[in-house]
């Protein structure tokens, strides 16, 4: 049986320019996976190699991708909302 990948934490909104430090665990261990860290965001943003995630200043929906570098199809992803969810 294959493990899959969680990535943490999650969160439902962020404010503008915040950050936030993502994780990606294998959920059968626990145990820190190697992934490759991508944002989808048209209004900015960034995240770093190791995944510490900077908000974008302009309020909207975000995607963080994390995929393992060994498979790229075995990833974890999260949406949410920058600034206050719409309501």
């Given at each position: 049986q294959?493990?899959?990948?969680q990535?943490?934490?999650f969160i439902?909104?962020?404010?503008p320019?915040e950050?936030?430090?993502?994780?990606?665990?294998?959920?059968?261990?626990g145990?820190?996976?190697?992934?490759?860290?991508?944002?989808?965001?048209?209004?900015g943003?960034?995240?770093?190699?190791?995944?510490?995630?900077?908000?974008?200043?302009?309020?909207?929906p975000?995607?963080?991708?994390?995929?393992?570098?060994?498979?790229?199809?075995?990833?974890?992803?999260?949406?949410?909302y920058?600034?206050?969810?719409?309501?």
């Amino acid at each position: 049986q294959r493990a899959g990948l969680q990535m943490s934490p999650f969160i439902a909104a962020i404010a503008p320019g915040e950050t936030v430090q993502f994780t990606a665990t294998w959920e059968n261990s626990g145990a820190p996976a190697d992934v490759t860290w991508r944002l989808d965001s048209p209004r900015g943003g960034g995240i770093t190699p190791d995944g510490r995630f900077t908000a974008p200043s302009t309020p909207g929906p975000v995607g963080i991708f994390a995929s393992t570098r060994a498979n790229q199809w075995r990833a974890a992803y999260q949406y949410f909302y920058v600034g206050a969810e719409p309501g």
